[in-house]
């Protein structure tokens, strides 16, 4: 059983242009989380996502972030119109249903030039 | 949001010692679980401790809860070098909101 799958590990984007991140969490999981952590500090919640409907997304930014778990497929997280302030690690977490563990991608690391 | 909040925010201290960190927060809870993160990687699960739980003990670690006083406890007895890394807290409540952890160095 593979793990949690995050791809790109490292993405490198221009101010302006699009970033999307995907997420393939572990089989089985129906929930996926997504997280933000920027250097030497610690993951601030973005949203929380069952298959095909957003159960919580009150830590997304109002504009430019949107995320999506569609019912085939991974959770993508899509970021338009990067800043140098959206460079961070982007983690992505899944659980089954009814459980609260939580296990992790091992990132991606978006740096906006 | 109401998440897990870890104190201190840095310890460090030599190998073969005894590393303690803590977590408050602040609703009821059904579990509480401990993660640690090795520098830029991802969350790694340690333990789970239920509401109706006091202490559980899991190899070199020990956690300890009180409702009460809406705190945990993260003992780690015999550090190694290799227990360097950040441990963060994170409750069942609100969706498993993880506050900015501690950063525990275990210096050789």
């Known amino acids: 059983n593979a793990g949690v799958m995050q791809n790109p590990r490292h993405l490198v984007r221009r101010r302006g242009q699009e970033a999307r991140l995907r997420c393939s969490p572990m089989?089985?999981?129906?929930?996926v989380y997504w997280y933000r952590q920027l250097p030497e500090e610690g993951l601030k919640f973005m949203v929380y996502l069952q298959k095909e409907n957003i159960i919580d997304e009150s830590g997304m930014p109002k504009e430019r972030f949107s995320a999506e778990f569609p019912k085939e497929g991974p959770s993508i997280l899509r970021i338009q119109q990067v800043v140098r302030g959206d460079s961070a690690a982007y983690f992505c977490a899944s659980s089954p249903a009814g459980q609260n563990i939580q296990y992790f991608g091992a990132g991606t690391r978006l740096s906006v030039l | 949001s109401q998440q897990g909040e870890e104190d201190p925010q840095a310890l460090s201290i030599q190998e073969g010692e005894n590393a303690t960190m803590n977590c408050s927060y602040k609703t009821s809870i059904n579990n509480l679980q401990w993660y640690r993160q090795n520098s830029g990687r991802g969350l790694v699960h340690l333990i789970l401790?239920?509401?109706?739980?006091r202490e559980k003990h899991s190899g070199r670690l020990r956690v300890t809860l009180d409702t009460s006083k809406k705190s945990s406890s993260l003992l780690i007895t015999a550090s190694r070098a290799a227990d360097t890394a950040s441990y963060f807290c994170a409750t069942d409540a609100n969706d498993m909101r993880f506050g900015a952890g501690t950063r525990l160095t275990v210096k050789p």
């Open positions: 089989k089985g999981h129906s929930h």
């Open positions: 401790i239920r509401s109706n739980e």
